[in-house]
Nanobody, 124 residues
Framework: QVQLVESGGGLVQAGGSLRLSCAASGRTFGGYGVSWFRQAPGKEREFVAGISWFGGSTDYPDSVKGRFTISRDNARSTVYLQMNSLKPEDTAVYYC?????????????????WGQGTQVTVSS
């Protein structure tokens, strides 16, 4: 069993920055990869960023590429999401998740454990 706890969300003006953290406890924070998703009211959960645990390769959708950066600290069992140049459309609840299988990593059903989420609100 793995417990994931997100933090770092909040209210920020458009153009601002936030750094989200995802701390893991319990079973080893290994697995195939860790990702961030977000979900806005009335919308489906959306892939935001992913990092492979062993090679450290990263993946981003076009909507956040160049603005968001995912990183990991193996020693602290923590994954971060640095978000810059935030836009009102980035407003959502952000979740971190872990998967233990190969695949694109962009689909929520590939993931086994999820955190409770942290709210990010970007005002215009």
């Amino acid at each position: 069993q793995v417990q994931l706890v997100e933090s770092g969300g909040g209210l920020v003006q458009a153009g601002g920055s936030l750094r989200l953290s995802c701390a893991a406890s319990g079973r080893t924070f290994g697995g195939y990869g860790v990702s961030w998703f977000r979900q806005a009211p009335g919308k489906e959960r959306e892939f935001v960023a992913g990092i492979s645990w062993f090679g450290g390769s990263t993946d981003y959708p076009d909507s956040v590429k160049g603005r968001f950066t995912i990183s990991r600290d193996n020693a602290r069992s923590t994954v971060y999401l640095q978000m810059n140049s935030l836009k009102p459309e980035d407003t959502a609840v952000y979740y971190c998740s872990i998967r233990y299988t190969s695949g694109s990593g962009r689909n929520a059903h590939e993931y086994t454990y999820w955190g409770q989420g942290t709210q990010v609100t970007v005002s215009s």
